[in-house]
């Protein structure tokens, strides 16, 4: 069974731009998590989409969103990037709303 | 707020000994927890979970849970240089609350 596939692996913006990502869970799984990791931070929650519905949000502001297709694949968007987002930006999918989670490869994003 | 704490490291273990991983939490409501490996440049890859008292093997692993004192911890049998790496312990509500809360992480060198 494939893993949970990102993309892309590795993006560069500058501040003031927005970027979407793109996550697609493993097949049969309905819940997918972002997360950012820093080296600061460690790895904080971002938000969680079950059956195309955000389920949980972190402690994030209103420039970080997310969505979730009928096909359970999800994106994020981060609008109007500041240095600070630079990250890896994980996903992860389980097949039950809080059951084990399972990453993805992470989208390394660089805010220059 | 829901925290969970690690010492980050780096814990150096001799080859072939037991290394001995720790992660308290704040959240009593916290109901299962997970132990993830986190490779350098890599994303997290799943080691263990754990929902009751008690402790739960798995080949070289063993997690251990005490709820009373809110403590996880996560033992390595016949330590192997493959095993450094980043150990993170992540704790959640169940049932489809706030996603997992992540501790920041131990760094575990395992030394030939």
């Known amino acids: 069974k494939a893993g949970v596939t990102q993309t892309p692996r590795y993006l560069i913006k500058t501040r003031g731009q927005q970027v979407t990502l793109s996550c697609s869970p493993i097949?049969?799984?309905?819940?997918v998590s972002w997360y950012q990791q820093t080296p600061g931070q460690g790895l904080q929650f971002l938000f969680e989409?079950?059956?195309?519905?955000?389920?949980n949000k972190g402690n994030f502001p209103g420039r970080f969103s997310g969505r979730q297709f009928s096909n359970s694949r999800s994106e994020m968007n981060v609008s109007t990037l500041e240095l600070g987002d630079s990250a890896l930006y994980l996903c992860?999918?389980?097949?039950?709303?809080?059951?084990?989670?399972?990453f993805g490869p992470g989208t390394r994003l660089l805010v220059l | 707020q829901k925290e969970v704490e690690q010492n980050s490291g780096p814990l150096s273990v001799p080859e072939g000994a037991i290394a001995s991983l720790n992660c308290t939490y704040s959240?009593?409501?916290?109901?299962?927890f997970f132990w993830y490996r986190q490779y350098s440049g890599k994303s997290p890859e799943l080691i263990m979970f754990?929902?009751?008292?008690g402790d739960k093997e798995d080949g070289r692993f063993t997690a251990q849970l005490n709820k009373a004192s809110q403590y996880v911890s996560l033992l390595i049998r016949d330590s192997q240089p493959s095993d450094s790496a980043t150990y993170l312990c992540?704790?959640?509500?169940?049932?489809?609350?706030?996603?997992?809360?992540f501790g920041k992480g131990t760094h575990l060198i395992i030394q030939p």
């Open positions: 992860a999918s389980s097949s039950l709303v809080q059951e084990t989670q399972y």
């Open positions: 097949s049969g799984h309905r819940s």
């Open positions: 989409y079950f059956s195309e519905t955000q389920r």
């Open positions: 959240d009593r409501g916290s109901q299962s």
């Open positions: 754990i929902y009751s008292n």
């Open positions: 992540a704790g959640g509500a169940g049932g489809g609350a706030d996603g997992l809360t």
